[in-house]
């Protein structure tokens, strides 16, 4: 079982900052694209941002783009997700999830069901 650990959350204001990770095992996370969803309360799970095995590729949800910023460090076996600009109706409980990939495959993935392993999610809570 691939377990995937999500930390960074917290509480911040409106207009601040948080940065995520994500820690993955190393036999996985080098060959892999990650992305990150999040979910509301009482809302269905959403599609943050993604990130291609090679890192060359980043991809937005319009309602985060300019804002939050994905990216990896294969060295380390962790994805981040830096959050700035930080909005209240950006409260949610974030997870991060991968699927390895074969080496020629750059392509991001925005759709859930495109992932294998998840994480238990970290939250984040946005006060105005």
């Known amino acids: 079982q691939v377990q995937l650990v999500e930390s960074g959350g917290g509480l911040a204001q409106a207009g601040g900052s948080l940065r995520l990770s994500c820690a993955a095992p190393s036999r996985i996370f080098s060959r892999a694209y990650v992305g990150w969803f999040r979910q509301a309360p009482g809302k269905e799970r959403e599609f943050v941002a993604a990130?291609?095995?090679?890192?060359?590729?980043?991809f937005y949800a319009d309602s985060v783009k300019g804002r939050f910023t994905i990216s990896r460090d294969n060295a380390k076996n962790t994805a981040f997700l830096q959050l700035d600009s930080l909005r209240p109706e950006d409260t949610a409980v974030y997870h991060c999830?991968?699927?390895?990939?074969?080496?020629?495959?750059?392509?991001?993935?925005?759709?859930?069901?495109?992932?294998?392993?998840w994480g238990q999610g970290t939250q984040v809570t946005v006060s105005s």
């Open positions: 999830a991968t699927k390895d990939t074969i080496l020629t495959d750059h392509r991001i993935r925005r759709n859930e069901n495109e992932y294998q392993y």
């Open positions: 990130i291609s095995r090679n890192g060359a590729s980043t």
